[in-house]
């Protein structure tokens, strides 16, 4: 099944997929348009990186075998699902037009069909021919006093979890630029009103915003007087179906409006931290001790590999503690070669101010994502990370999962499996065969010296040998002599008893000790609390 933030695999996906197949339409509209792209700006998705095209799932790090295996046949099975529903090449939604229709996105109270915000659009002349699919409804009734009539061609967009700001950037945006892309440059935007989009679409295209979008309020209705152009998705969040031109238009949108980019030598990691912020709801908070080695260990694997060893904390947060504007937002994600942190929003949104560029394999922004499984997806959901969501951008796009010991509020990752990540993301075969300073200093010296060193060493130890020799004549000298008694021999049975003995003595001791150890670093276990 689709969780809110990041799809996720449920034991159940195969059924629910069998289910939608019966309700949803598998065929094109008749009269949709045929859809051709012209990217110039920017590289094609499929072109940048064909060995990993289509995109399937993310590269999952864990020293346990079966469960890559497992993730990798699951969770790629599920998005080949949508790469190719029910083996089609499907691209895009159908996008249909229409003439002298009417248009309006609905308050959800207002329909019994609309669990989000949804909207209709119908004939103007007959109420009973209407827009039917994913995300519309049958027009409920309204005061026609109250239409607002329009003059020119419009689109007519919307979808669910208006207003938020990482719904808004991956399955909001790529469908707003696809129909941007393929409606001539006078047609306008009616879009529903709030102040997170208007400040979105500001930052991104000025001119957009400031000529080519009317702001709709809830239940207004928008009588066309020319064409309307609309979306009718398989299914909502639309941008998931589909593999995977369908994201190239918003690409080259932010391309061309925020061409800026930041030389390679000069960029940075971002570390996400979800500690003391108040906008990352639904805990998930990285154990304070673990965070501390793990930023230390990204640090040493940065400077082992040759990387800019400078790493930004991000939180969300500028300065003063208030939520980051998205200029300065664009600004920390732009600079940035690699993201490393737990899933949440503070990716799922700014993941489209990364570097649009990419032209192959190993030009693509970096991501490390640490996301629950098996053993513990009462933390949000099994396998939830946003690879679904935006596998159509060109990530370079890595894993970790949260271990047993995670709770919904405190998690965990383990630190050898994050070196085992950055190894992958960043070594090459000159840094991952990385010798000791004392192997380095031995290869480097001509074979005489170092034969010289050995002659020398040898000569200390035989000289030191030979003082203890005389220092212990010395001490047996002054010793009283030894009686003619002697102590009893022990039988050999007598021995082996010893032996056992002592061996129980000090493995009770080591247990004690790793149980003291363990019961330190278990954090308190604390009661699931159901995903919101």
Not at 253 to 280: C, F, L, M, Q
Request: with cysteine.
């Amino acid at each position: 099944m689709a969780a809110f933030c990041g799809f996720v695999i449920m034991e159940e996906y195969g059924t629910f997929l069998a289910e939608e197949t019966v309700r949803r339409k598998l065929g094109r509209t008749e009269g949709s348009m045929d859809i051709t792209l012209d990217i110039e700006t920017i590289t094609p998705f499929a072109e940048i990186c064909p060995a990993e095209y289509p995109p399937r799932h993310s590269v999952l790090h864990d020293r346990r075998d079966h469960e890559v295996h497992y993730y990798n046949a699951t969770y790629g099975d599920f998005v080949d699902k949508f790469n190719y529903w029910m083996d089609k090449n499907y691209e895009y939604p159908d996008i249909m037009q229409y003439n002298n229709y009417k248009y309006a996105i609905w308050n959800p109270q207002l329909s019994d069909e609309a669990k989000e915000s949804a909207a209709s659009a119908w004939d103007a002349t007959d109420d009973l021919k209407f827009v039917q699919g994913e995300g519309w409804v049958t027009p409920p009734k309204y005061d026609e006093a109250d239409v607002i009539e329009l003059e020119g061609n419009f689109v007519g967009y919307n979808s669910w979890f208006p207003g938020n700001f990482g719904h808004f950037a991956h399955d909001w945006l790529p469908t707003i630029a696809l129909l941007r892309h393929v409606v001539p440059s006078d047609t306008k935007f009616i879009l529903l009103d709030n102040k997170m989009s208007r400040k979105f679409l500001e930052f991104l295209d000025p001119d957009f915003y400031k000529n080519r979008i009317v702001w709709a309020p809830h239940s207004t209705v928008y009588h066309i007087k020319g064409q309307l152009t609309v979306h009718i998705p398989l299914g909502i969040p639309d941008p998931i179906f589909g593999c995977c031109s369908g994201w190239d238009p918003m690409r080259q949108w932010i391309a061309e409006k925020h061409p800026e980019r930041t030389p390679k030598d000069e960029k940075y990691v971002i570390w996400h931290t979800r500690k003391g912020n108040s906008d990352a709801k639904h805990g998930r908070v990285l154990d304070p001790s673990i965070e501390a080695q793990a930023l230390k260990q990204v640090e040493a694997k940065l400077k082992q590999h040759k990387k800019n060893e400078t790493i930004v904390i991000f939180d969300g947060r500028d300065e003063n503690g208030e939520t980051m504007s998205i200029e300065d937002q664009f600004a920390v994600f732009r600079g940035a070669f690699a993201f490393i942190g737990p899933h949440g929003s503070g990716f799922g949104g700014n993941y489209i101010w990364t570097d649009p560029f990419a032209s192959k394999c190993d030009e693509r922004f970096q991501y490390l994502e640490f996301m629950p499984g098996p053993e513990n997806p009462q933390i949000h959901d099994k396998y939830a990370h946003y690879f679904a969501n935006i596998r159509k951008w060109p990530f370079d796009y890595h894993t970790l999962l949260y271990t047993k010991h995670s709770t919904k509020e405190i998690t965990q990752i383990d630190l050898e499996t994050l070196d085992d990540a950055l190894d992958a993301m960043w070594g090459t075969p000159e840094t991952l065969n990385v010798t000791s300073v004392e192997e380095e200093e031995t290869s480097e010296k001509p074979e005489e010296v170092v034969k010289e060193e050995e002659k020398s060493d040898k000569e200390v130890e035989e000289k030191s040998d030979k003082e203890v020799e005389e220092k212990s004549a010395e001490t047996a000298e002054e010793e009283p002599a030894a009686t003619d008694a002697k102590p009893a021999e022990k039988t050999s049975t007598e021995i082996d008893a010893t032996i056992d003995k002592v061996t129980e003595s000090i493995s009770k001791e080591i247990d004690a000790t790793i149980a003291k150890e363990e019961n330190k670093a278990m954090p308190e276990e604390k009661p699931a609390v159901a995903a919101q």
